[in-house]
């Protein structure tokens, strides 16, 4: 197969991993902290996780070590959407394994939970690891965002685990899938199983993260490709002076993409969500910020823009959010029968007896194409896939309706000529930053040295990150401590807590002190494209986000 040179070059790349964990494998000691303790729900959730609650936090420091030499036969899983790095995790956990013993066997479980489920696998061999070292994309074992949550799926998955003689399945996924991992792990000590499970935090959305867990893998890498896009972007509009590009972007629910691109270009305008849901702002709120910068701008003669838009805003706007949650709770009860219906009238009509007054003309007045996007169906979450809805072209359509009566009022004498643009699959595969490739590969190795120790229900962990790898601490956090209940489907169920953009937080703050300059004012920022090989400053810097959330 061919391979390009850059392709090559990472191959060789040696991706850095914490001191702690350079060590001989004998040298490195888990250190086990107090019982913890979940953000909220304690008492429900102790009813859930009957054998996996309270479980202390792990660190790994140098000191003895008997438990890493065992031979050990492992399942990896890909869960949910690419995220850089993904390949780096397997990597460092193949990597752990054969160093604790060189029979220990590594079973790459195909396309997702769904291999874990129907026992479809690849014995993943040094040979298969080394074409995919520091490369992008999930594509060594593929991707699935099957959910185990029938008895059936999870007696088949330990049917399957036991099949195979596993001491332990890594599931690399986001927060659903941890949820996953962790309901997971409680079914097998349940049923009386040794077999052990980890989880590993990926996304690119950013939204999968804590004390513990300071970011998830894939941000890094995915922000800096959308950053290096916007900023083309920009040099674009400030050179033909002639168009407002609309750039959503992906992040679902959170608006971290949307906010770390802002701060790596300074467009003109960029939307929270989060700060959309908490003051309440109405679509008609929304379109007013975007008619002021622009009437502003046309009044000094820049016909021309640049506007982030996350890709979940839509839910957040609250007549929006409404919406959604009526059609997400009666497509969780009545999912069936309305797949059953092909005519969007026919649609209309049927939810009319189940949503409120309200969101039903709402739902009727929207754009057309807008409305039937609102009406796809829902991942197997349950949730809304916000990225199927073109919300960069609702904006464009309604600001061209109020920018057409302000020049009726005479208030704007501008042009707008627009483009609307979605970047998320652009970045999903990139090949990992050197921040993600080193990250991941610790995090992979760290979930090795989890399952030497005997552990589960647990997370990998990687802290200190805005430090040099070499001071990178390395452990695990217990999955039920990250965990609340919410609705799903229209019952209360445990699952991770989905960490939203903090408006008391650095990032944001920072973002709100420059944005009214940088809305009327043209300060562009042009980040370029990632670096593998220069200096540090070029090559290994975090993103803003964890910088300025961490220092
Ligand atoms: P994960 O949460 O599974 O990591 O996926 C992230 C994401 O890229 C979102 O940003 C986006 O909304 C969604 O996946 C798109 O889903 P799909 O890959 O199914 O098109």
Redesign the pocket.
Same mark, same amino acid.
């Given at each position: 197969m061919e391979i390009s040179h850059l392709q090559r070059a990472r191959y060789a790349y040696k991706p850095k991993l914490p001191a702690v964990l350079r060590e001989e494998l004998e040298n490195i000691a888990l250190k086990l902290g107090e019982s913890a303790e979940a953000v909220s729900d304690q008492g429900n959730l102790k009813l859930f996780f009957r054998n996996t609650y309270g479980k202390p936090i792990a660190v790994f420091e140098k000191g003895k070590n008997s438990d890493v030499g065992k031979k050990l036969n492992v399942g990896v899983i890909l /869960? @949910? #959407?690419?995220?850089p790095g993904g390949h780096n995790v397997i990597a460092g956990l193949f990597d752990g394994l054969k160093k604790g013993n060189a029979e220990s066997r590594l079973f790459g479980f195909l396309g997702g939970p769904s291999g874990l489920i129907e026992n479809k696998y690849a014995i993943l061999t040094a040979e298969t690891m080394d074409q995919y070292r520091n490369t992008g994309g999930f594509d060594i074992i593929g991707s699935g965002?099957t959910k185990i949550e029938t008895p059936d799926q999870f007696a088949a998955s330990l049917k399957t685990a036991k099949e195979l003689g596993l001491n332990a399945v890594v599931i690399i996924? @986001?927060? =659903? /899938?941890n949820t996953n991992a962790s309901l997971l792990a409680e079914y097998f000590v349940e049923n009386g199983s040794p077999i052990q499970v980890i989880g590993c935090p990926?996304? *690119? =959305?950013g939204?999968l993260k804590n004390e513990y867990i300071e970011t /998830?893998f894939?941000f890094d890498t995915a922000v800096k490709t959308y950053s290096e896009l916007i900023g083309n972007i920009e040099r674009d509009a400030n050179s033909a002076k002639k168009y407002w590009h609309f750039i959503k972007l992906? @992040?679902?629910s959170a608006s971290h *993409?949307a906010l770390e691109c802002a701060l790596q270009t300074h467009p003109n305008i960029c939307f929270i969500s989060e700060e959309v849901q908490t003051k309440q702002m109405s679509l008609s709120q929304v379109i007013d910020i975007i008619t002021d910068a622009v009437v502003k701008r046309a009044n000094q003669g820049d016909n021309f823009g640049v506007i982030l838009i996350p890709?979940g805003l839509i839910e957040f706007i609250p007549e929006m959010r409404k919406l959604i949650e009526e059609l997400n709770d009666t497509m969780g009860v009545y999912g069936r029968e309305f797949a059953k219906i092909d005519s969007f009238i026919e649609r209309l009509y049927f939810l009319d007896r189940y949503i409120s007054e309200a969101s039903y003309d709402l739902l009727k007045n929207l754009p057309t194409q807008i409305a039937e996007q609102l009406l796809l169906d829902r991942?197997p979450h349950g949730n809304v896939?916000? /990225? %199927?809805i073109d919300t960069e072209k609702l904006l464009i359509s309604i600001t061209e309706k109020r920018l057409a009566e302000l020049k009726e009022q005479g208030v704007y004498k501008g042009k707008f000529s627009t483009y609307g643009h979605f970047f #998320?699959?652009e970045g %999903?595969c990139a090949a990992p930053s050197n921040f993600d490739a080193d990250y991941c590969y610790s995090l992979g190795f760290t979930a090795f040295m989890l399952i030497a120790a005997g552990l589960t229900s647990y997370i990998s962990s990687v802290r200190n990150l805005t430090a040099p790898a070499e001071q990178w601490i390395a452990g695990g956090v217990p999955l039920a401590m990250m965990m609340n209940m919410e609705q799903r489907h229209g019952i209360k169920k445990p699952v991770i807590k989905k960490a939203l953009v903090e408006l008391d937080g650095a990032p944001f703050k920072t973002f709100v002190a420059k944005r009214e300059h940088w809305a009327v004012n043209t300060s562009y920022l042009f980040p370029g494209a990632i670096q593998y090989f220069g200096p540090p400053e070029v090559c290994d810097q975090p993103t803003k986000t964890l910088i300025l959330e961490r220092t």
């Amino acid at each position: 197969m061919e391979i390009s040179h850059l392709q090559r070059a990472r191959y060789a790349y040696k991706p850095k991993l914490p001191a702690v964990l350079r060590e001989e494998l004998e040298n490195i000691a888990l250190k086990l902290g107090e019982s913890a303790e979940a953000v909220s729900d304690q008492g429900n959730l102790k009813l859930f996780f009957r054998n996996t609650y309270g479980k202390p936090i792990a660190v790994f420091e140098k000191g003895k070590n008997s438990d890493v030499g065992k031979k050990l036969n492992v399942g990896v899983i890909l /869960s @949910g #959407g690419q995220a850089p790095g993904g390949h780096n995790v397997i990597a460092g956990l193949f990597d752990g394994l054969k160093k604790g013993n060189a029979e220990s066997r590594l079973f790459g479980f195909l396309g997702g939970p769904s291999g874990l489920i129907e026992n479809k696998y690849a014995i993943l061999t040094a040979e298969t690891m080394d074409q995919y070292r520091n490369t992008g994309g999930f594509d060594i074992i593929g991707s699935g965002r099957t959910k185990i949550e029938t008895p059936d799926q999870f007696a088949a998955s330990l049917k399957t685990a036991k099949e195979l003689g596993l001491n332990a399945v890594v599931i690399i996924g @986001g927060d =659903d /899938s941890n949820t996953n991992a962790s309901l997971l792990a409680e079914y097998f000590v349940e049923n009386g199983s040794p077999i052990q499970v980890i989880g590993c935090p990926k996304t *690119i =959305d950013g939204d999968l993260k804590n004390e513990y867990i300071e970011t /998830s893998f894939g941000f890094d890498t995915a922000v800096k490709t959308y950053s290096e896009l916007i900023g083309n972007i920009e040099r674009d509009a400030n050179s033909a002076k002639k168009y407002w590009h609309f750039i959503k972007l992906m @992040g679902r629910s959170a608006s971290h *993409i949307a906010l770390e691109c802002a701060l790596q270009t300074h467009p003109n305008i960029c939307f929270i969500s989060e700060e959309v849901q908490t003051k309440q702002m109405s679509l008609s709120q929304v379109i007013d910020i975007i008619t002021d910068a622009v009437v502003k701008r046309a009044n000094q003669g820049d016909n021309f823009g640049v506007i982030l838009i996350p890709e979940g805003l839509i839910e957040f706007i609250p007549e929006m959010r409404k919406l959604i949650e009526e059609l997400n709770d009666t497509m969780g009860v009545y999912g069936r029968e309305f797949a059953k219906i092909d005519s969007f009238i026919e649609r209309l009509y049927f939810l009319d007896r189940y949503i409120s007054e309200a969101s039903y003309d709402l739902l009727k007045n929207l754009p057309t194409q807008i409305a039937e996007q609102l009406l796809l169906d829902r991942d197997p979450h349950g949730n809304v896939q916000v /990225s %199927r809805i073109d919300t960069e072209k609702l904006l464009i359509s309604i600001t061209e309706k109020r920018l057409a009566e302000l020049k009726e009022q005479g208030v704007y004498k501008g042009k707008f000529s627009t483009y609307g643009h979605f970047f #998320g699959y652009e970045g %999903r595969c990139a090949a990992p930053s050197n921040f993600d490739a080193d990250y991941c590969y610790s995090l992979g190795f760290t979930a090795f040295m989890l399952i030497a120790a005997g552990l589960t229900s647990y997370i990998s962990s990687v802290r200190n990150l805005t430090a040099p790898a070499e001071q990178w601490i390395a452990g695990g956090v217990p999955l039920a401590m990250m965990m609340n209940m919410e609705q799903r489907h229209g019952i209360k169920k445990p699952v991770i807590k989905k960490a939203l953009v903090e408006l008391d937080g650095a990032p944001f703050k920072t973002f709100v002190a420059k944005r009214e300059h940088w809305a009327v004012n043209t300060s562009y920022l042009f980040p370029g494209a990632i670096q593998y090989f220069g200096p540090p400053e070029v090559c290994d810097q975090p993103t803003k986000t964890l910088i300025l959330e961490r220092t």
